[in-house]
């Protein structure tokens, strides 16, 4: 007998249809690793969320003192003594009580005298400075005295 004839009678498995639903549990087992890979993915970018920069406050000017201008009475000049991290930066001195202040560049040192500046004695003035990477230092509010060796921290 041909090989034709004696496959009649017998199915056909290649016309079978297939199914078209997967073994069972196969579903299941991709839903699971679809949430560990969306896991994980939420996992790194809080990781890299809570990795970002990390700002290092610059401390305040320390050593500023005041004098009067002797040229000019109710003006007051105001000089820092070296500070290295606000080298070449630029400083800002501002009255507080007269709403004004003055700006001055900052030596290679971080030393500076600004231009006399109006003022009286007792007012609350404000010193801080900017470094050449354009990051703020704190502000240092000091009382307006010609107090040595440098100026008195408001209360």
Known sequence: MSK????????NRT???????PPRGAGSLRTLRALARL??????V??????????????????????????????WIAAGGPEP????????????QRNAGVI?????DGSYQAAPMAGTAGDHVLV???DTGGKLSATACLILSEQRPSAALCP
Do not use: H
Request: hydrophobic fraction near 35%.
């Open 4 to 11: 034709i004839s004696s496959e009649i009678g017998k199915p």
């Open 15 to 21: 016309n079978q249809p297939r199914e078209a639903v």
């Open 39 to 44: 896991g994980a993915c939420c996992v790194a």
């Open 46 to 75: 809080a990781l890299l969320w809570a990795c970002g920069p990390v700002y290092i406050p610059v401390p305040p000017p320390a050593q500023t003192t005041f004098t009067q201008d002797p040229q000019t009475p109710g003006f």
């Open 85 to 96: 991290r606000a080298s070449n930066g630029t400083y800002y001195v501002f009255d507080q």
């Open 104 to 108: 001055a560049g900052a030596m290679p």
């Open 128 to 130: 801080n400075y900017k």
